[in-house]
Every structure is written in structure tokens, then in C-alpha cells.
Nanobody
Framework: QVQVVESGGGLVQVGGSLRLSCAAS????????MGWFRQAPGKEREFVAL????????SYADSVKGRFTISRTNAENTMYLQMTSLKPEDTAVYYC??????????WGQGTQVTVSS
């Protein structure tokens, strides 16, 4: 079992920055990638960013390219999402997901990000 816990959400003004964190625990040796997803009210959950343990370049949704940066610390099993130039349409609950070797994902509870204008 792998558990992931997000933190760092909050209220920020348009154009501001915020950093989300995701800490993984448990059988972290079975994790081969971690990613961020988000879900806005009335919308489906959508992919935001992905970082792979293999060292392949991270992937980003077109809507966040150039504004968001995903990174990780090996030793702490922690992943980050640095968000800059935030827009109202970035408002959503952000979820962390650990991609497991068996093809499944372990999800966190989510953290709210609200961008006010």
C-alpha cells in the first residue's frame, strides 16, 4: 500500500504563486511516477503534470505549460508543484497520484487552490 498526502493549497490572487507538496509513504518502492490532477466545480478531473522516476522529462497539460513546474526529492519521497502566474481558471481541488508498478494509482484527498481576481 502507498499513501499520499497533499498540502500547500490556499487562496491566492491572480498572478500569484503557490507551491503544493505531496508526501508518499508506505511501499514507496512500488512507485514509478507521481502526478498532479485537478478538478474544478462541475468539471471532470483533469491531468496537470507528471514526473517519472525513470528520468524522462516531465509532462504537463497545455494549460499549465510554462507556468507550473513539477519536481521531486528522492530521499523524502516528496513531490512538488510550483505554480506561478496563477489564473482564475486554475481554481480547483488538486490531487496527487502515485503511479504504481501494477498499473494502478494511489490518490490523495486533495487540496483546494483558489485564485481570486
Amino acid at each position: 500500500q502507498v499513501q499520499v498526502v497533499e498540502s500547500g493549497g490556499g487562496l491566492v490572487q491572480v498572478g500569484g504563486s503557490l507551491r503544493l507538496s505531496c508526501a508518499a509513504s508506505g511501499r514507496t518502492g512500488s512507485v514509478n511516477a507521481m502526478g498532479w490532477f485537478r478538478q474544478a466545480p462541475g468539471k471532470e478531473r483533469e491531468f496537470v503534470a507528471l514526473i517519472r522516476w525513470s528520468g524522462v522529462s516531465p509532462s504537463y497539460a497545455d494549460s499549465v505549460k510554462g507556468r507550473f513546474t513539477i519536481s521531486r526529492t528522492n530521499a523524502e519521497n516528496t513531490m512538488y508543484l510550483q505554480m506561478t502566474s496563477l489564473k482564475p481558471e486554475d481554481t480547483a481541488v488538486y490531487y496527487c497520484a502515485a503511479y504504481l508498478e501494477n498499473g494502478s494509482k494511489s490518490w490523495g484527498q486533495g487540496t483546494q487552490v483558489t485564485v481570486s481576481s
